[in-house]
């Protein structure tokens, strides 16, 4: 598999995490990357870092963020947008390093709770979107 540093994905995330007010995630510690012949059905995928990183190498949470070309660059940018969302989504609260699954007790994260955050955002963003 082949992948390459997204720094226009990262742009965007930035531009997200401002907008949504998604103030947990600091998006020094996320990394964008673009995989090239992945073999997944998913548009894109988010890997988190587990706490033993933290408690024994002494690393800091990281995540980061795969969007996988074939697929994710035929989206319409708005589906980009919701995509990106998505995988924002899944970082808890705590910006542990841990992901949220797809539903719990206190969240979930589905088309319509993607569709709901995308609806809130103000201005030209959502605009564009």
Known sequence: MKYALAPEIKKQIIVLVKELKFTHVKTSQIHCIRSFDAKTRAYARIWGMSRLFKEVAGLE???????????????????????????????????????????????????????????????ALRNTY
């Open 61 to 123: 949470p990281n995540y980061i963020i795969e969007v996988i070309s074939k697929r994710f660059d035929k989206l319409s940018e708005r589906e980009k947008m919701k995509t990106l969302i998505h995988e924002l989504m899944h970082i808890p609260k705590t910006f542990s390093g841990a992901l949220l699954s797809h539903r719990g007790p206190h969240h979930a994260i589905n088309d319509r709770e993607v569709e709901r955050i995308l609806m809130s955002l103000r201005g």
